[in-house]
């Protein structure tokens, strides 16, 4: 979906600008899902990939049934730690995105400025629920408004006279409106 499509459909640009908005997030909940899922993958195929050459080492090395097992030992303990390294990056990339997601929900107009000036410490990430981010970014709002937009409207400008242009309130002299339409038809007073 992009504006043109949008303008086809005879939208006025405030319609167009909220509907675009909505249609962002969204999709950005469902490119951070895939980036994740991405990840995941490309990690545990390192793994897998990693466990197959170990066990062509360990099929060499079939001599003695002791150091086979101490070799066998060894290999899990490093899968334990490298499951565990995914899951931990898995983590900080949730979050990540979670609090990316939050910045522009809150109407941060450069994430990645506003995540520098974040406290990443006391921030929680929880069953996909952040903690600690709302007041830090009300606080950021009062302190560095330029980083977000405003929702405040702006005051509309107009360019039309106003006022009384057929002069209906002094019939004797002729409104301006009246000099003009004479003057153009050839009429003189």
């Known amino acids: 979906m992009n504006k043109d499509f949008l303008k086809e459909l005879r939208l006025k640009d405030d319609a167009i600008a909220k ?27 390192g793994q897998v990939d990693q466990s197959n050459e170990q066990l062509k080492a360990l099929k060499k090395q079939v001599e003695g049934n002791d150091d086979l097992q101490k070799q066998v030992a060894e290999y899990q303990k490093k899968m334990e730690e490298m499951t565990k390294n995914n899951q931990a990056h898995e983590a900080a990339l949730k ?35 952040l903690s600690g981010l709302d007041k830090q970014l009300e606080g950021l709002k009062k302190s560095d408004d330029y980083l977000f937009t405003s929702q405040e409207k ?34 003189k007073e």
């Open 19 to 45: 509907v675009m908005k909505a249609y962002d997030k969204d999709i950005q909940d469902f490119k951070d899902q895939i980036k994740t899922k991405d990840d995941t993958i490309a990690g545990l195929n």
């Open 95 to 129: 979050k990540g995105f979670a609090i990316s997601n939050a910045i522009r929900d809150a109407g941060g107009k450069n994430a990645k400025a506003i995540e520098a000036l974040l406290d990443q410490e006391t921030i929680n990430f929880e069953d996909g629920k």
């Open 154 to 187: 702006k005051p509309q400008v107009s360019f039309t006279a106003s006022g009384n242009p057929s002069n209906a309130t002094n019939t004797k002299q002729p409104s301006l409106v009246d000099k003009i339409a004479a003057r153009m038809t050839g009429i």
